[in-house]
């Protein structure tokens, strides 16, 4: 089987951890993309990792974004890769979340906050127990 292009991954990956990557919503190209992933994990992992994991990410683009998602997706076909991966991006998650944590500290309480920023320290936090989870031990998780 002939792995996709490094543009098809990067629009794979988009779409799983955009938050809309389900059957309903994309119908037939929902099972295209799940035959592409069971096909090349190893290369839709280096194409995630590029993206997410080898450079900083911008704390507002974590909370929205559904990267576990795409993790669990992989980890019956390289548990040790996601595992390792889930830790390096915990570093991450880490470090975004401290800094919201700060600020709230700094401004008072989470509802003083602009509401977007309220959300994002919330969703920081789910992210942040979803690669915790992923870190420990990667649960198989059928495509």
Do not use: C, W
Request: no cysteine; proline share 6%.
């Amino acid at each position: 089987m002939r792995v996709p292009a490094e543009t098809q991954r990067e629009h794979d990956v988009m779409l799983i951890v955009g938050g809309n990557f389900t059957e309903d919503a994309l119908g037939p190209l929902y099972h295209a993309v799940l035959t592409r992933l069971r096909n090349a994990p190893s290369a839709y992992l280096d194409t995630f990792e590029r993206l997410f994991v080898a450079r900083p990410v911008d704390a507002r683009q974590l909370s929205k974004l559904y990267l576990a998602a795409f993790l669990q997706r992989l980890a019956s076909a390289a548990p040790d890769r996601v595992r390792a991966l889930a830790g390096r991006f915990l570093g991450q998650i880490d470090t975004a979340v401290h800094a919201m944590e700060q600020t709230v500290e700094e401004i008072g309480a989470l509802e003083a906050l602009p509401q977007e920023t309220a959300f994002a320290v919330e969703n920081l936090e789910i992210r942040r127990r979803e690669f915790r989870l992923l870190s420990a031990t990667t649960r198989p998780t059928n495509p």
